[in-house]
């Protein structure tokens, strides 16, 4: 029986561990009592956990990582569930104040004291205010997971990979490990971040697009002081790097083909489930699709909360692509399941450049939980819509000027809904709840290119005078340094045509 005492931080939480209900109180801090593998998608073989795996040595395919001890979960009613992660969130305790409140769904393998958080996960979801509401014409929320560590909902699959190889790097004989990467930016920043906190035993270095991430995304891993590597070409090139790598030397890949990060961004879906709780009838996801992890987790998130009957209801998903990177939206053009066919596309430049990706690696994840998500929630459930550069650009640009930080990402998923909203796609009665990806911040360039009407012809976006801003200098007409002030202050009330106080 562990001691409760022993893992709360500071006695002075909001609930003290003897006023938790008997019921509960012997789980609310968990064991590692799963059976985790990697389990290849394409030949269903079986692999431990214990080595460095990726894809399946036998044929290649991808895997998902199993609890075989899942039974376990299941042997408890869903409304057990509900009440345990209801009452973790009061508890005052590292390692389960981030994604790891739903450790038994997470990764039940990895000891609560190897968990690295670093304030991850429980971002806000912020409802649009009435105007945007008006605008848009539905109620919706975005879920902003700008909000995380290193600006990117990337630290959620971070917070699960990196507490997992400080586990691993635990083990006897396991030495020094180089973790590796290749990213549209974001990746990499988490990487480095979390693989900066475990200090000696892991080096990160990434691989990045020579001039496709933003100057904001390549001084990040910079700063955590990961080896950062450029290559010429886009994403594409740098994964096929990375792969060779992994399949070559001993490095810890942190991809996305790495299955702990899907695990670890399950929580997105876990979290919007516990917002709303657990109730997610008419509820909506929409999410912008890069290399397919996220889109993937959610699916998978939503899917195993409601196998442990957490939820009644799957919420409907649907993916947002950028017209000028859209390969799963083609793949789920052919309504004919048998006749589809995946078909990689040549990327053009895109201001959702995290999701810049022709080729997604994820792509065998996504088509098993779509048709999964399909069969269990009806033909709808799972949905991908394409949207044009201008109309993400419009869209970030309308959400940022009623309260949000949404990111190009952020604002692909408003013209996701937009566009769903168009094609009736989505009823006006749902509840939409929008990733914003990233940070703001991290992608202000495309904003500064907006403002001063700086795109490349092949970005295909005009500026619409009514989202541009910039500012304007003042020049006094004075240099008498008592004068200027009024001076100043005279030329401000002017030009935003101030009233003066009474008797003045
Ligand atoms: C990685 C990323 C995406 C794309 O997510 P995938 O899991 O690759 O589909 C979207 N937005 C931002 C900000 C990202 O960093
Ligand atoms: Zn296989």
């Not at 998978?300 to 799957?314: A, V």
Request: with cysteine.
């Amino acid at each position: 029986m562990v001691d409760i005492n022993h893992y709360i931080f500071n006695r002075g939480g909001l609930v003290k561990p003897e006023q938790f209900p008997d019921d509960i109180r012997p789980h609310l801090i968990p064991a590692p009592t799963g059976e985790m593998v990697y389990r290849c998608l394409e030949c269903g073989a079986e692999f431990a956990i214990t080595e460095l795996l990726y894809t399946c040595p036998h044929c290649r395919g991808l895997f998902m990582l199993e609890d075989k001890n899942a039974a376990r979960l299941a042997e408890r009613p869903g409304a057990f569930w509900r009440r345990l992660f209801d009452y973790r969130r009061m508890l005052n305790l590292p390692a389960l104040s981030g994604i790891f409140r739903y450790y038994e769904l997470i990764a039940p393998v990895i000891p609560l004291t190897d968990i690295i958080y670093l304030g991850e996960g429980h971002t806000p979801q912020v409802a649009a205010n009435a105007d945007l509401k008006t605008e848009v014409g539905a109620p919706f929320y975005f879920k902003n997971d700008g909000q995380n560590p290193s600006a990117s909902f990337k630290d959620r699959g971070m917070a699960a990979a990196l507490s997992y190889l400080n586990f691993l790097v635990k083990q006897p004989g396991a030495g020094r490990v180089l973790a590796i990467c290749a990213s549209t930016g974001d990746t990499s920043a988490s990487a480095a971040l979390y693989s900066s906190y475990l200090g000696e035993q892991v080096a990160s270095a990434v691989i990045l697009p020579h001039g496709k991430v933003t100057p904001q995304q390549l001084a990040q891993p910079l700063g955590s002081g990961a080896q950062v590597l450029e290559i010429p070409g886009v994403f594409d090139d740098c994964m096929k790097v990375v792969e060779a790598l992994a399949d070559n030397y001993q490095v810890a890949l942190l991809n996305s083909k790495n299955s702990w990060r899907i695990r670890g961004q399950e929580s997105y879906a876990y979290e919007i489930a516990q917002t709303f709780d657990y109730d997610l009838a008419k509820k909506t996801v929409v999410v912008p699709i890069g290399n397919a992890g996220n889109i993937t987790a959610i699916m998978q998130g939503f899917l195993r909360l409601h196998d442990l009957k957490i939820i009644e209801t799957l919420p409907r998903v649907v993916g947002v692509q950028s017209r000028h990177a859209d390969p799963v939206f083609r793949y789920y053009l052919e309504p004919d399941k048998s006749k589809r066919v995946f078909v990689p596309v040549t990327v053009k430049p895109s201001v959702a450049q995290a999701a810049m990706i022709g080729n997604p690696v994820s792509m065998p994840r996504v088509i098993r939980l779509a048709a999964e998500y399909h069969r269990r929630a009806g033909a709808d459930a799972v949905a991908v819509v394409h949207v044009s550069e201008q109309e993400i650009m419009d869209s970030m640009l309308l959400a940022n000027r009623h309260g949000h930080i949404a990111c190009t990402q952020g604002g692909e998923s408003l013209a996701g809904l937009r566009a769903a909203l168009a094609e009736g796609l989505l009823g006006r009665d749902e509840t939409p709840v929008l990733d914003a990806t990233a940070h703001h911040l991290k992608f202000i360039g495309f904003q500064q290119m907006y403002f001063e009407d700086a795109f490349p012809p092949e970005f295909e976006v005009t500026p619409k005078a009514a989202y541009r801003n910039r500012p304007r200098l003042l020049t006094p007409k004075t240099d008498k340094p008592e004068e200027k002030t009024a001076d100043l202050a005279g030329q401000i009330a002017a030009l935003l045509d101030l009233t003066p106080k009474a008797g003045r």
